[in-house]
């Protein structure tokens, strides 16, 4: 969300990027709203002072100017009647169309109508060349007996999975070296709440609008209430996180900060979950999108500084290159176009690793500015060194993702015999001395 002040000095700016964007909103039907509900809102304060002016004549007066006190107030107070619901209305169209205001964008932003306008701007060269005819990593884990898939979706469902064995010890070790490369490179790690409340993922913009909307917002609502300490039903929605973002974004949430504990780096290690609906029918096989995951994530809070943000959003997508090279995965990093951007970024990278079964990248990681956006809905603050209170800027990127590495090393580690070379620095996380994991 952008402070409706900077929208009003910047509206020729807000519009092309609401048309870069392609977000669906017409700005002058908002600064006409914000108008209104300025005026409504400058109505009310006045009666207010009136009916509070009054109250004072009330202390003083005499019993004849007392009754025509008594008829004026009666006046303001029908007034107010009509105006403060007519006012609430227009408070709530208002925001309803705030909450859609785009983020501006980076300079260095490519332009585009979609992803497949996204830039390229690195590539690593080793893709591997089998001497064999390769195996995606369905058929690799059924035949080393990691991953059974039939069985998930009977129990799971559609998209549902079992990793088995071996395979386990593979996917959480890369779990577990992602967390102590975060560690080694200064990011607090957290094991965080996967059921939230409401105001987490609408302050991190995982809503489209104002509420949730199951129709388009890839989040599970959970349908059964619980009960406070009181013993009382929570009135709380609670819902499940697609990632550890919006509740780490939201630990700070209300809260007052120094500029001197700035950069505030943290990392999370979470179960997701997604709903996946705007991916009906994409990628039905294997493990390439399912509904539930696990996932270690990156999050930084900052001081409100363009040249700041982008210098950490650079040192995170740095580490996730680094980890991709040591896990031996082949991968390219995209500039995320306009047409391809959130309405909250500010700049996007996102990196992809090469997927011999797919014959094509896949994305494994995705590192976002959102500048103010995010912590202006979530309310974090930091005063600087004038003691002046300003929104924090928020940043996030994937270390780790679950399937989608896991699908990359199985793939592009495959030996001729079906065998699955294990990365060197993953070797530790195994139960006994291996080198690979190989046929029963």
Same mark, same amino acid.
């Given at each position: ?8 000095e910047?509206?020729e700016?807000?519009?092309k ?27 009310i ?23 025509t ?14 105006v403060e619901?007519?006012?609430?209305n ?26 497949d ?13 089998f001497?064999f ?15 059974d898939?039939?069985?998930?979706? @009977?129990?799971? !469902? %559609?998209?549902?999975? *079992?990793?088995?064995?071996? $395979? ?7 779990? /577990? #070296?992602?967390?102590?490369?975060m ?39 959970v349908?059964?209430s ?8 929570s ?29 505030? @780096?943290?990392? !999370? %290690?979470?179960?997701? *979950?997604?709903?996946?609906? $705007? ?7 294997? /493990? #390439? ?6 996932k ?67 994305e ?39 399937p ?29 001395a ?5 046929k029963?």
């Amino acid at each position: 969300m952008l402070d409706i002040k900077f929208i009003r000095e910047n509206a020729e700016e807000i519009k092309k990027v609401i048309e870069l964007k392609s977000i669906d909103l017409n700005l002058d039907e908002l600064l006409a709203m914000d108008e209104k509900r300025r005026l409504s809102m400058q109505y009310i304060e006045e009666l207010s002072a009136e009916k509070n002016k009054l109250n004072d004549l009330m202390q003083k007066a005499t019993p004849e100017e007392r009754a025509t006190l008594i008829e004026q107030g009666k006046a303001v107070k029908e007034k107010m009647e009509t105006v403060e619901p007519e006012y609430r209305n227009l408070k709530h169209e208002f925001e309803s169309l705030m909450v859609r205001v785009p983020n501006v964008i980076s300079k260095d932003t490519p332009i585009g109508k979609s992803e497949d306008e996204n830039v390229e701007i690195f590539k690593t060269d080793n893709i591997p060349q089998f001497d064999f005819t390769p195996k995606d990593h369905i058929q690799l884990g059924k035949d080393l007996d990691i991953l059974d898939l039939e069985r998930g979706a @009977k129990v799971g !469902g %559609y998209r549902g999975y *079992y990793v088995k064995n071996e $395979g386990v010890s593979l996917m959480m070790g890369f779990m /577990m #070296y992602a967390i102590n490369k975060m560690m080694t490179k200064g990011y607090s790690p957290m094991i965080v709440p996967t059921l939230v409340k409401e105001f987490s993922l609408f302050g991190s913009g995982y809503f489209k609008g104002l509420e949730y909307n199951q129709e388009v917002d890839e989040i599970y609502k959970v349908a059964s209430s619980e009960k406070e300490v009181t013993g009382e039903v929570s009135k709380d929605n609670k819902f499940l996180v697609g990632t550890a973002e919006p509740s780490l974004l939201a630990y700070y949430a209300d809260e007052v900060l120094q500029e001197d504990q700035l950069p505030l @780096k943290m990392c !999370g %290690y979470s179960q997701c *979950y997604r709903s996946e609906i $705007g991916s009906y029918g994409k990628d039905t096989k294997g /493990m #390439y999108r399912v509904h539930e995951f696990m996932k270690v994530e990156q999050v930084i809070l900052c001081e409100a500084d363009n040249k700041e943000a982008e210098r950490l959003q650079d040192e995170m997508v740095a580490i996730s290159r680094e980890m991709h090279e040591e896990l031996g995965l082949p991968y390219r990093q995209l500039a995320i176009c306009t047409g391809d951007l959130g309405a909250g970024k500010y700049r996007q990278y996102d990196l992809e690793a090469w997927m011999p079964g797919l014959n094509r990248f896949g994305e494994t990681g995705s590192a976002s500015i959102f500048t103010d956006w995010q912590s202006r809905r979530l309310n974090v603050k930091y005063a600087d060194k004038n003691g002046d209170r300003k929104y924090v800027y928020m940043l996030n990127n994937t270390a780790l993702p679950s399937p989608r590495i896991f699908i990359a090393i199985l793939e592009n580690h495959q030996q001729a015999d079906g065998s699955i070379k294990i990365p060197e620095v993953l070797k530790k996380f195994m139960p006994v001395a291996m080198d690979y994991i190989t046929k029963k």
